[in-house]
């Protein structure tokens, strides 16, 4: 028997947490697809869709209205209780209502646990086309969590403790590393560097995550617009953006000279804060440990 190290185990949930769509996809092989009245289909208890474009599901009703069939069934899973629970086909069950469907194909699974349930949901939520930036990054942390049985709070704070390390060099920032890995590399969306770069994402304003989840702003645009502290002026510059007045050249020009007359001039001794007609720029007069270049590397990385 192993010795126990007494060390706490980085993402101990499930050996494999492709398992489950895995799954999936062997059950729906063979499996009659059934016509289901939608009036009994109830929406899953956890991970359920909660932002969704009204345009795009119109747009799907009309083409389903086109061809006068749903041309890939929805896919269900059954309770213990009998219920029939939705796992992949939000969009479809709406198109259909709107065409004042009662009944909708469907394939049917037995035997899913919740567990599996949401990764199903996740994996399938990853697969769309027009999945912004943001919530793909949800998804992606959501997605970890369930697989490794750990809440989304403490995969941010593993995420976190990789930015802020020094190296990966040591025992449990290569396991924890590696885990993160098997994820990404098989859901191929993202590698793991970008996943932990997205981390200042979460803390962006309202205003900007909003106008990056419709698609109205890129995902450099809202990096440069968090800079900004004026809430005023980050709105004015999204309309600005949306209207196409300005470009994201322009933006990140106006972000620097706006960040320039807020600039803290340094401590004396540490560093000397030096202008020419290039700019400014920092002259370092103290060494710096390996962490602290770190920290700074990845300052930097979101300027």
């Known amino acids: 028997m192993g010795k126990d190290t007494g060390k706490k185990k ?22 009659r697809v059934q016509s289901i009245e939608i009036s009994k289909i109830k929406a899953p208890k956890v991970h359920d869709r909660k932002d969704y474009s009204k345009e ?7 083409n389903i209205a086109s061809t006068g069939e749903l041309l890939q069934p929805i896919v269900l899973r059954e309770l213990k209780n009998g219920e029939l629970e939705r796992l992949i086909g939000f969009r ?21 646990s919740d567990e599996h349930a949401i990764l199903i949901m996740l994996s399938e939520n990853l697969q769309r086309e027009n999945l912004n930036i943001y919530d793909e990054t949800i998804a992606i942390l959501q ?27 040591g025992n449990e920032e290569a396991e924890l590393l590696e885990r993160i890995n098997q ?10 560097g970008t996943l932990i770069n997205r981390l200042s994402m979460l ?9 990056l989840k419709k698609g ?4 450099v645009a809202a990096k440069e617009l968090h800079k900004l502290k004026d809430s005023d002026e980050v709105i004015s510059l999204i309309a600005s953006l949306i209207e196409g007045s ?17 600039l803290p001039t340094p401590k004396k001794g540490a560093v000397e804060v030096v202008s020419d007609a290039d700019g400014t720029t920092f002259k370092m007069n103290k060494k710096l440990t390996n962490p602290q270049i770190k920290r700074i590397e990845h300052l930097l990385s979101e300027f």
């Open 10 to 31: 980085i993402f101990g949930g499930m050996a494999n947490p492709f398992g489950a769509v895995e799954k999936k996809e062997s059950l729906e092989k063979g499996k």
């Open 56 to 62: 795009a599901i119109e747009e799907l009703s009309r």
């Open 92 to 112: 479809r069950i709406e198109a259909v209502k709107l065409l004042n469907w009662q009944e909708i194909p469907a394939i049917v699974l037995q035997d899913i």
């Open 143 to 169: 997605y970890l969590a369930v697989s490794f049985g750990e809440t989304e709070d403490e995969v941010k704070k593993h995420l976190w403790k990789l930015r802020n390390s020094a190296s990966t060099e």
């Open 183 to 192: 994820v990404t590399l098989k859901l191929g969306n993202i590698t793991s």
């Open 203 to 211: 803390s962006f304003r309202e205003e900007v995550l909003e106008a």
């Open 216 to 219: 109205e702003i890129s995902y």
């Open 246 to 262: 300005i470009s994201y050249k322009e933006l990140k020009v106006l972000v620097s000279e706006k960040r320039k007359k807020i």
